[in-house]
């Protein structure tokens, strides 16, 4: 029904910035939930960011007071800007959304449900 395209990665400093973009098609976009999850080797993917139908967003710890999700409706974009990167942000980033289940958070963090559509991801790379 529709699918997620990222961009925006790249190789930067620590310290640098990079802003993500996930650009949406077809319904996808009119999800219920939408977010940034991250993996790197030997890591088990993770939740980044998520923003809810209300807007409301929400952050992993790792990454609060530096990431910023946000999306523009208009462009069908989600948007994940990341500041004061450091080395441990290196991984694939892969926006997600899911058609029929709102963000709710588990007691650790995590989504209580998946999102069903996801992108095929874009590499960050943070040197020290």
């Known amino acids: 029904q529709g699918h997620l395209v990222e961009s925006g990665g790249g190789s930067v400093q620590a310290g640098g910035s990079l802003r993500l973009s996930c650009v949406s098609s077809?319904?996808?976009?009119?999800?219920?939930?939408m977010g940034w999850f991250r993996q790197s080797p030997g890591k088990e993917r993770e939740r980044v960011a998520t923003?809810?139908?209300?807007?409301?967003?929400d952050y992993a710890d790792a990454v609060k007071g530096r990431f910023t999700i946000s999306h523009d409706n208009a462009k069908r974009t989600l948007y994940l800007q990341m500041n004061s990167l450091k080395p441990e942000d290196t991984a694939i980033y892969y926006c997600?959304?899911?058609?029929?289940?709102?963000?709710?958070?588990?007691?650790?963090?995590?989504?209580?449900?998946?999102?069903?559509?996801w992108g095929q991801g874009t590499q960050v790379t943070v040197s020290s």
């Open positions: 997600a959304a899911d058609s029929e289940a709102d963000c709710t958070y588990t007691d650790d963090g995590n989504l209580l449900v998946e999102p069903n559509f």
């Open positions: 923003v809810d139908s209300e807007g409301k967003a």
């Open positions: 077809g319904y996808t976009y009119l999800a219920f939930c």
